[in-house]
């Protein structure tokens, strides 16, 4: 089983099965909920490329799109040691038990809402690219005890090396949300709040939660960095907020699965 499931795995690089062939391969070592690969851009932004789950429900793809439009990768620790920019050659293997989470909403948007009690993070730079997947549990599996994290370890070099060489296959397709889809999905956000904002005042916004700097707003719009500072005091005035994380709260009880 461990051969066929190895075989199917190397078969799917670069086909559109792979993330259910890589939690096939996982499931023939260790158990296994669901899989979702990421992959930072040059900001070191994640984006989610795959993602499979063994029932019917496909509760990774959800989870990792709320993962990505909601910018939990904030509160996220992963993102912080990508940030660090490690340049050990070895995959670097962590764990993450939901209850852990200090952010609330973070952790009742995803773990909460699908009944995953813990994650088990392979991390590695691949080919100039830093890659992030991810291996869930959910209540019924239980946690990841030393014996499947030891077999997890053993996997993970092959594990990730497919995994990169997939991304390197399908680039055009493995960011599935590029920089104007997640503005998009803002503008679209800021639009349901209905609080008057100008469409200048919801581009500013919309950028901003993107994670774009005052001078890149600046530069994209073409206009000068005070009437960027101007329009996003006017819109935060209007919504009644006076930060950007206050912004994010009111957007996020607006995302849809």
Same mark, same amino acid.
């Given at each position: 089983?461990?051969?066929?499931? %190895?075989?199917? @795995? ?7 099965? $792979?993330?259910?062939? *890589? =939690? /096939? ?106 890659? %992030?997947?991810? @291996? ?7 946690? $990841?005890?030393?014996? *499947? =994290? /030891? ?107």
């Amino acid at each position: 089983m461990k051969d066929d499931a %190895l075989i199917d @795995l190397v078969a799917s690089v670069g086909e559109v099965a $792979f993330a259910t062939q *890589a =939690l /096939a391969f996982v499931n023939s070592h260790l158990v296994a909920d669901h899989l979702s690969l990421l992959v930072f851009d040059a900001n070191l932004v994640p984006h989610l490329a795959d993602a499979a789950s063994r029932g019917p429900a496909k509760i990774a793809l959800q989870a990792g799109r709320l993962y990505e439009r909601g910018m939990f990768y904030r509160f996220d620790p992963n993102s912080e040691r990508v940030r660090e920019g490690s340049e050990e050659e070895d995959v670097m293997l962590f764990t993450l038990v939901a209850t852990d989470i200090r952010d609330s909403r973070y952790r009742s948007s995803i773990y909460g809402r699908f009944g995953i009690v813990e994650r088990a993070s392979l991390i590695r730079r691949v080919l100039g690219r830093w890659l %992030l997947l991810n @291996l869930y549990r959910d209540k019924p599996s239980g946690r $990841f005890d030393s014996t *499947a =994290l /030891a077999k997890l370890t053993d996997i993970a070099p092959l594990l990730i090396a497919c995994a990169g060489k997939h991304l390197s296959l399908t680039s055009k397709l493995s960011v599935r949300r590029d920089r104007t889809a997640m503005l998009a999905a803002f503008h679209s956000m800021l639009d349901s709040l209905d609080a008057g904002l100008t469409e200048r005042e919801r581009q500013v916004c919309a950028h901003a939660l993107a994670g774009v700097t005052i001078a890149g707003i600046a530069s994209t719009l073409g206009v000068k960095e005070s009437t960027v500072a101007t329009l996003r005091r006017r819109a935060y005035s209007k919504l009644g907020i006076s930060s950007l994380n206050s912004l994010f709260a009111l957007c996020i009880t607006h995302l849809k699965s």
